[in-house]
């Protein structure tokens, strides 16, 4: 299997944002969707923290990552939520990718 590359991380909004946050990446996962090496942009949520939002992406590789924060639609999208965020995001994990279903 080639390499993939995959993030995973948290984005914390501050009290009664997390609806807010989850709009602005729901419309940065849009803007993905088309970006070279894109395969996987998830959001989620646990059930006892009403503040945060877990990402998940796969990409085809870490390269193509980094490119699609260069793209000016998805830097405004940052720049919208980083007043709303509890704290500066921490670096998420990368992942290696050992196999399984729903990758190539």
């Known amino acids: 299997m080639k390499s993939k590359y995959l993030y995973y991380g948290k984005l914390t909004a501050k009290l009664g944002y997390r609806e807010e946050l989850l709009s602005i990446l729901l419309e940065a996962s849009k803007m993905v969707s088309s970006a070279k090496g894109c395969q996987l942009y998830v959001l989620g949520k646990e059930e006892n923290d009403l503040n945060s939002?877990?990402?998940?992406?796969?990409?085809?590789?870490?390269?193509?990552?980094?490119?699609?924060?260069?793209?000016?639609?998805?830097?405004?999208?940052?720049?919208?939520?980083?007043?709303?965020?509890?704290?500066?995001?921490?670096?998420?994990?990368?992942?290696?990718?050992?196999?399984?279903?729903?990758?190539?």
């Open 53 to 104: 939002i877990y990402i998940t992406e796969i990409w085809d590789s870490k390269s193509d990552h980094d490119d699609s924060l260069n793209i000016e639609e998805v830097r405004n999208l940052i720049k919208k939520a980083m007043p709303i965020l509890e704290k500066q995001p921490e670096k998420g994990k990368e992942i290696e990718i050992l196999g399984g279903i729903g990758i190539e």
